[in-house]
């Protein structure tokens, strides 16, 4: 199963391109890609062709990083459908380090999802939608 690295960063112009160009020249593909900032910091989460070069790479820039399994979920395409999911995992103590929209298809949208206890998160992420 693919990684998911949240990778905190100075929220400043340039960023994002020295991140990316030491993934490419490494030749590593970003597969999905988010992130945001306030203030003096920010965060990018993403997945990549391969994660074990991505680790030894923001190790060696010395980046802060957690990573975990990309967890696949879909949930309703409708007011409340992450409101439900996120509570579920609060309610059963799992904490979402981060999380990438994959796509919508339908009444559906699809969303990977990085948590500090993926072994509680599983049963959550996995039972169908309509039982959520």
Known sequence: MARQFVVQVNNEPGSLALLAEAIAARGVDLRAIGGGGIGDSGHMI????DDDTTREILTERGYAF???????????????????????????????????????????????????DPEKARPILERPAERR
Do not use: K
């Open 46 to 49: 993403f997945t990549t062709s």
């Open 66 to 116: 957690a990573e975990g399994e990309s967890l696949l979920v879909e949930v309703d395409d409708r007011p409340g459908g992450m409101a439900r999911i996120a509570r579920e995992l609060s309610d059963a103590g799992v904490n979402i380090q981060g999380h990438l929209f994959i796509g919508r298809w339908g009444d559906r949208a699809s969303f990977a999802f990085v948590v500090d």
